[in-house]
């Protein structure tokens, strides 16, 4: 049986933190690895700020508060042409965006304003892509995903009748690299440049911000802030408020943006995914930045991080969906959690969220809805 919450202490350096700190790698890796072979930015610079502001969390939260690509500006990166002083624009302007929004108490006021089914929604609507995801990922290689899904199942059960750590996400990742290793060889040691400062000219902050920012925001404020938030409560009892969550968002991308940074928040995902395999304290994102440094300044060449088979990223994200798709039952209203997550996944998170926030509010009016 696992102690009551509430006793968890601050941190924690075990093998079942170590198997929580990688949870979230299936989401990172890919991202990164995308925008690093299609645009100027070093993925070495990358890495390095993801170890950096990982371990500046742990010690900050205490709690396995994830930090992860912005997800909006990495799709459409990854999908047309965009230069290293765009990308740091938009992590500039959403950067000063959200720490003004968390000093003003901005993030608290939209919280009291978004109905809970709404998050709800946004985290059912971000369950379905990670299972989208994921079936994209499993189909690459149908032996290795049945395996990794296996080992994740064999543990799960087990977990059930002995108490030992839920190592399945470090076995199913060592497994994937052992395959790597021997399929195409170790790639070699790879060291970064230094990073250098970006300055965006105008060219640059009217494209990042219109092309990338504007995009990114919505889904920010929602899953990596709000539903966050919502979800750091359901899982460890005690209130994160989301101002707090929304500065150091905004601290992150102001500082790593210029310098070589990608755009990085926090997310809902992210948060299943390390608690589901054995995160529970700041040790895990201590740990996670700690693998991520050592990968960024000795290994973070393309080459290295292609040896792992994307089929071991898609059985992680399976049931890291199912850890958050789980939470979005806890709704007061199931329609409107349910239009939201069938439009996040069909169109975007954004569509869902200003759709389904608007149904919520004429629906309220017209007393169909409880208020």
Same mark, same amino acid.
């Given at each position: 049986m696992e102690p009551d919450r509430k006793s968890w202490p601050d941190f924690r350096f075990t093998i079942e933190e170590l198997s929580g700190a990688v949870g979230d790698y299936g989401t990172l890796f890919p991202i990164v690895l995308a925008v690093a072979l299609v645009t100027d930015i070093h993925l070495g610079h990358i890495l390095f700020f993801f170890a950096l502001w990982y371990i500046f969390t742990g010690f900050y939260y205490k709690k396995p508060v994830p930090v992860e690509p912005m997800k909006a500006i990495g799709a459409i990166v990854i999908a047309g042409e965009f230069t290293h002083g765009e990308i740091a624009a938009s992590?500039?302007?959403?950067?000063?965006?959200?720490?003004?929004?968390?000093?003003?108490?901005?993030?608290?006021? $939209?919280?009291? %304003?978004? #109905?809970?089914?709404?998050? @709800?929604?946004?985290?059912?609507? +971000?369950? $379905?892509?990670?299972?989208? &995801?994921?079936?994209?990922?499993?189909?690459?290689?149908?032996?290795?995903?049945?395996?990794?899904?296996?080992?994740?199942?064999?543990?799960?059960?087990? %977990?059930?009748?002995?108490?030992? #750590?839920?190592?399945?996400? $470090?076995?199913?990742?060592?497994?994937?690299?052992g395959i790597g290793l021997a399929t195409y060889g170790f790639p070699g040691i790879a060291f970064p440049p230094a990073p250098s400062l970006s300055i965006p000219n105008l060219s640059d902050l009217f494209t990042g911000t219109w092309l990338l920012a504007i995009p990114q925001a919505p889904l920010t404020?929602?899953?990596? =802030?709000? /539903? &966050?938030?919502?979800?750091?409560?359901?899982?460890?009892?005690r209130e994160t408020n989301p101002d707090k969550l929304s500065k150091t968002v905004g601290l992150m991308n102001l500082i790593s943006s210029p310098l070589g940074g990608f755009p990085m928040c926090h997310g809902s995902g992210?948060? /299943?995914?390390?608690?589901?395999?054995?995160? @529970?304290?700041?040790?895990?994102?201590?740990?996670?930045?700690?693998?991520?440094?050592?990968? /960024?300044?000795?290994?973070?060449?393309?080459?290295? =991080?292609?040896?792992? #088979?994307?089929?071991?990223?898609? /059985? $992680?994200?399976?049931?890291?969906?199912?850890?958050?798709?789980?939470?979005?039952?806890?709704?007061?209203?199931?329609?409107?959690?349910?239009?939201?997550?069938?439009?996040?996944?069909?169109?975007? =998170?954004?569509?869902?969220?200003?759709?389904? +926030?608007?149904?919520?509010?004429?629906? @309220?009016?017209?007393?169909?809805?409880?208020?």
């Amino acid at each position: 049986m696992e102690p009551d919450r509430k006793s968890w202490p601050d941190f924690r350096f075990t093998i079942e933190e170590l198997s929580g700190a990688v949870g979230d790698y299936g989401t990172l890796f890919p991202i990164v690895l995308a925008v690093a072979l299609v645009t100027d930015i070093h993925l070495g610079h990358i890495l390095f700020f993801f170890a950096l502001w990982y371990i500046f969390t742990g010690f900050y939260y205490k709690k396995p508060v994830p930090v992860e690509p912005m997800k909006a500006i990495g799709a459409i990166v990854i999908a047309g042409e965009f230069t290293h002083g765009e990308i740091a624009a938009s992590g500039i302007i959403l950067g000063v965006m959200f720490i003004v929004l968390g000093f003003t108490k901005g993030m608290k006021f $939209l919280s009291d %304003k978004v #109905p809970n089914s709404v998050i @709800r929604g946004i985290q059912l609507g +971000l369950a $379905l892509i990670l299972i989208e &995801t994921s079936i994209d990922f499993v189909t690459q290689d149908y032996l290795i995903s049945a395996i990794a899904i296996g080992i994740i199942l064999f543990f799960f059960f087990i %977990k059930r009748f002995k108490n030992i #750590p839920d190592v399945s996400s $470090l076995l199913v990742l060592a497994i994937g690299l052992g395959i790597g290793l021997a399929t195409y060889g170790f790639p070699g040691i790879a060291f970064p440049p230094a990073p250098s400062l970006s300055i965006p000219n105008l060219s640059d902050l009217f494209t990042g911000t219109w092309l990338l920012a504007i995009p990114q925001a919505p889904l920010t404020i929602t899953n990596s =802030i709000l /539903a &966050t938030s919502v979800l750091l409560g359901d899982l460890f009892q005690r209130e994160t408020n989301p101002d707090k969550l929304s500065k150091t968002v905004g601290l992150m991308n102001l500082i790593s943006s210029p310098l070589g940074g990608f755009p990085m928040c926090h997310g809902s995902g992210g948060l /299943a995914a390390q608690y589901r395999y054995g995160a @529970r304290t700041g040790g895990s994102n201590v740990m996670s930045g700690i693998i991520l440094l050592i990968i /960024a300044l000795f290994f973070a060449s393309p080459a290295f =991080i292609e040896i792992l #088979p994307f089929a071991i990223f898609g /059985a $992680l994200l399976v049931f890291v969906a199912i850890e958050l798709g789980k939470h979005s039952f806890k709704t007061e209203t199931y329609f409107i959690t349910g239009l939201v997550g069938v439009l996040s996944l069909i169109f975007d =998170i954004s569509v869902g969220f200003v759709i389904g +926030l608007g149904a919520y509010y004429v629906l @309220r009016k017209f007393d169909i809805l409880k208020k």
